[in-house]
């Protein structure tokens, strides 16, 4: 953020962006073309970012041919990145007329390639990439704020608690209603990544109460979910089945999030040992969803409901494929781990539960991630006693979390998801 804008933003009460960090994490395709045109752009992006208006005009050397095949052959290598590479190709070449708006959409595409292939780090990059090119628009300040806190780490997660801070402030400067939303609820799974669940749930309820007195019958729906996922965390059962049918009451019948809800309420049944009803909600979903994150969830939960459910094959394929999903996906290995840990548990393999349960707590504390980090040192201790978790159970077919269940796997069998195509060709 340009030195006059900032201080523009104090005399209003915007809270400052964090500093901007070194470009190199954008090396993380291991494809030449791809890496050296993403850590150039990027590069440049920041720099003029932080240069003010006035003397950008002349910021960058006139751009040769070297620079303009690299951006052919990253465009070849990755279609998708062609268009936006081709708007920051003439932020380079005219820096002084470039539209900070223009530059923030580019950088925003950029983001959405790279999230959707894998490619966090860089995808983070991007994301506040954005929110330094337009400063004035709190949607990348929210978007940056939501990758930061995905990264983890004390770092990234006092990088988001300032982004999202930044987007409320913008937001309601701007009387952005749906942007105050997603400010509130992302401030809220901040601080339950923390372990500061009272200031959680608060935030969590601001937004739902906020959300439904204005009609925004979606954002209600997903500030709904992450109370129930708080309530579920903190064991009001209750309660986290009243906000678990308040968020499918609310949330569209295509949600992209619907899958994310089965995978919350199978992990609510598995808390009481319901392993069918929830290996109901979540077998073979993680094949419809396109968030590798999410699928990686979805598979270790598949995994520990099979196993609960004597259901061998079905244990070992969610198993394999969980697995794989957690050494590439920093963001659910975690969580992926600790299921696979719980499953190991009831099948009495008590090396492999303490060897998961390490997996999971080293990435919970590169991550700052309270809550995993819990479970996973319970579950070492589990391991140690060699404590077997109580039987398979089903629930009676009137209770409330029983019928939410049935509700839900009906909305999921007739879900489907949006199809887009992301990707790099090889």
């Known amino acids: 953020m340009p030195p006059k804008q900032a201080r523009a933003g104090r005399r209003h009460g915007i809270p400052p962006a964090p500093p901007q960090r070194l470009p190199f994490g954008a090396l993380e395709s291991r494809k030449d073309p791809i890496d050296l045109a993403l850590w150039q752009t990027l590069r440049c992006v920041l720099l003029w970012s932080r240069t003010p208006p006035h003397r950008r005009a002349r910021l960058f050397r006139r751009v040769g041919a070297p620079v303009r095949a690299r951006i052919a052959a990253a465009a070849d ?6 268009d936006p590479l081709a708007v920051l190709l003439r932020l380079q070449e005219e820096p002084g007329a470039a539209d900070p708006a223009t530059v923030a959409v580019a950088c925003d595409r950029v983001y959405d390639w790279a999230e959707r292939t894998g490619l966090t780090v860089t995808a983070t990059h991007f994301a506040e990439a954005s ?9 990348w300040a929210i978007r940056a704020g939501y990758m930061t806190r995905a990264k983890g780490g004390h770092e990234m997660l006092g990088r988001s608690e300032a982004w999202h801070a930044r987007g409320y402030a913008l937001a309601v400067r701007d009387k952005d209603r749906d942007m105050v939303l997603r400010a509130l609820t992302g401030s809220g799974a901040l601080m339950k990544d923390r372990g500061e669940y009272g200031a959680a749930w608060r935030l969590y309820v601001r937004a739902a109460r ?30 986290a089945v009243r906000e678990a049918t308040e968020a499918l009451r609310y949330y569209p019948l295509h949600d992209e999030r619907l899958p994310a809800l089965a995978h919350d309420v199978a992990y ?10 929830a290996l109901r909600l979540v077998d073979g979903l993680a094949h419809r969803v396109g968030n590798l994150a999410v699928m990686g969830s979805i598979l270790g939960m598949t995994a520990r409901a099979a196993a609960g459910a004597a259901r061998d094959r079905v244990y070992r394929e969610a198993a394999e494929m969980a697995l794989n999903v957690a050494e590439i996906n920093d963001e659910c290995a975690g969580s992926v781990y600790v299921q696979l840990a719980e499953a190991a548990r009831v099948q009495r393999r008590w090396g492999a539960v303490a060897e998961l349960a390490g997996r999971a707590l080293e990435v919970a504390r590169r991550r700052a991630d309270v809550e995993v980090e819990e479970l996973a040192v319970e579950l070492l201790e589990q391991a140690e006693r060699q404590e077997v978790p109580p ?10 979390v029983a019928v939410l269940a049935r509700r839900l796997a009906a909305r999921i069998r007739r879900w489907r998801r949006h199809k887009r195509g992301a990707g790099i060709q090889v």
């Open 391 to 400: 039987p398979a159970s089903d629930p009676p077919p009137d209770a409330p």
């Open 210 to 239: 906020r959300a439904v007195r204005t009609g925004r019958k979606r954002r209600a729906a997903v500030a709904f979910h992450y109370s129930f996922a708080l309530a579920v965390e903190t064991g009001h059962v209750r309660v």
């Open 268 to 277: 609510l049944l598995m808390r009481s040992h319901h392993y069918a009803a």
């Open 131 to 139: 929110a330094y090119a337009e400063p004035t628009n709190p949607r």
């Open 77 to 82: 290598a990755a279609p998708l990145l062609a």
